[in-house]
């Protein structure tokens, strides 16, 4: 099977700049699409951007031109540089991965990283 771990939250004051990680680890797969998906407190999961191999990225309207996605193909792993934050960005971070795994295509969910906006 694949794991998937999201690292680098923390606690930025609006206007900083965090970079966040999303590793994925096993055997016998390849992935097809990472994204990132945030969950403000009291809302649900909103899709924030996405990275499919061989295409461009994609972004929601409130991080475009902030938040660039990226991926090191080689180490299965990626990555949400988070640019000019603002107090809403505050939200748990997640990874959705979609990948396939001996030949079938499965999704993978990180356990999610906090970011938390200071005043």
């Known amino acids: 099977q694949v794991q998937v771990v999201e690292s680098g939250g923390g606690l930025v004051q609006p206007g900083g700049s965090l970079r966040l990680s999303c590793a994925a680890s096993?055997?016998?797969?390849?992935?097809?699409?990472m994204e990132w998906y945030r969950q403000p407190p009291g809302k649900q999961r909103e899709l924030v951007a996405s990275?499919?191999?061989?295409?461009?990225?994609n972004y929601d309207d409130s991080v475009k031109g902030r938040f660039t996605i990226s991926r090191d193909s080689a180490q299965n792993t990626g990555y949400l540089q988070m640019d000019s934050l603002k107090y809403e960005d505050t939200a748990v971070y997640y990874c959705?991965?979609?990948?396939?795994?001996?030949?079938?295509?499965?999704?993978?969910w990180g356990q999610g990283t906090q970011l938390t906006g200071s005043s």
């Open positions: 096993g055997s016998d797969f390849s992935i097809s699409t």
């Open positions: 959705r991965v979609v990948a396939k795994y001996r030949g079938r295509g499965y999704q993978y």
């Open positions: 990275l499919t191999s061989g295409g461009s990225p």
